[in-house]
């Protein structure tokens, strides 16, 4: 299928193909899991990479406006940087930001990296790669409410359906 097709299905059809992996893993929720879902292995692929912009923005878009998109360190960070530079080939720039899951010791020490311009209360949607039980959406939320700002929504690339939604 060409990307010209439906995005959102080749995108499913090349994270099936390339992140879904049937093997016993233990996930970042610490529980135990018969399958494995990689989608690092899909989204930096040069396609993987534009259809996750497409398919993301389409999804930010339809959920209202935002000031910025934020990727949960280190999955959703392609996802961020892919819609924000989708949006800026559609005429309708959304900036992104990336939320780490422990600050550094060294350089800027910041939680919360390329917000330097946002300013206090902008709105934000949080995207994720994969949810399991939502709790690393939850942390981030609590880390961007921290420094300032409001989260509005949070968008998964694969829900898990293990309780992500619920939480």
């Known amino acids: 299928m060409s990307v010209a097709g439906d995005p959102r299905a080749r995108l499913l059809e090349l994270l099936t193909e390339r992140s879904f992996e049937r093997r016993r893993v233990v996930l970042a929720s ?8 990689d989608c690092k292995q899909t989204v930096l692929t040069a396609e993987g990479h534009f259809l996750v912009g497409k398919v993301m923005l389409a999804i930010v878009r339809e959920l209202g406006p935002c000031d910025a998109v934020a990727g949960v360190a280190l999955g959703g960070c392609p996802l961020a940087s892919a819609t924000a530079l989708t949006s800026m080939h559609a005429g309708s720039a959304i900036d992104a930001v990336y939320v780490r899951k422990a600050q550094k010791d060294h350089g800027s020490q910041r939680l919360v990296e390329g917000n330097d311009r946002l300013p206090e209360g902008a709105t934000i949607t949080l995207l994720e790669d994969v949810t399991t039980t939502g709790g ?29 939604r619920e939480a």
């Open 30 to 37: 610490g529980r135990e899991s018969d399958f494995f879902i």
């Open 136 to 164: 690393s959406s939850l942390k981030a939320v609590a880390v961007l409410r921290d420094v300032g700002y409001a989260v509005r929504n949070i968008v998964t690339l694969v829900d898990r359906l293990e309780g992500g």
